[in-house]
C-alpha cells in the first residue's frame, strides 16, 4: 500500500512540475513574439527577424543566469574559498622565510657532501646550484 501511495506522490510531483515548465514556456514564447512586435515598430524588421533577436537575447539571459547560479563544482569550492587564499599568503611568507634560511646554509667541506638543509641530496645538485 506504501509503495502506490509513493508512487502516486512521485507522479503527482512529476505532472505538476511538467505542468510549471509547460506554462513558463508559453509565458517565454508569447514574450519573445510580444518582444519582436516591438522590435518591429521600432526598425525595419520582420516580425520574423525580430523574433529571432528576442529569441537570441532570451537564451543568452538564459545561458548568463543558468552560469551564475551554478553550484561550484566540490573540487573548485576549497579552491575558491577565502581560507585557501589566506592560505596562500602564509606560504608566500613561508616561501620568503625559506629563502632567508637558504641564504644561511653553510657549505659542507666538499660538495659530495649531503647537503646540510636536509633533503637528502649531494651539496652540489641543492644548494650549490642556487
Not at 518591429?40 to 520582420?46: E, K
Not at 611568507?93 to 657532501?113: L, V, W, Y
Request: net charge negative; with cysteine; aromatic share 4%.
Amino acid at each position: 500500500m506504501k509503495s502506490i501511495t509513493s508512487t502516486l506522490g512521485t507522479l503527482v510531483v512529476a505532472l505538476t512540475i511538467l505542468a510549471l515548465l509547460l506554462v513558463l514556456t508559453l509565458i517565454a514564447g508569447v514574450g519573445i513574439v510580444l518582444v519582436g512586435r516591438v522590435l518591429t515598430m521600432v526598425g525595419d524588421l520582420t516580425t520574423f527577424q525580430a523574433s529571432l533577436i528576442a529569441l537570441g537575447v532570451a537564451l543568452g539571459l538564459v545561458a548568463v543566469l543558468s552560469i551564475a547560479t551554478r553550484p561550484t563544482p566540490p573540487h573548485l569550492q576549497e579552491w575558491m574559498s577565502d581560507d585557501y587564499a589566506d592560505e596562500e599568503d602564509n606560504d608566500d611568507e613561508d616561501e620568503d622565510q625559506d629563502q632567508d634560511a637558504d641564504t644561511k646554509i653553510i657549505p659542507p667541506r666538499s660538495r659530495n657532501d649531503l647537503c646540510p638543509c636536509g633533503s637528502g641530496k649531494k651539496y652540489k645538485h641543492c644548494h650549490e646550484r642556487i
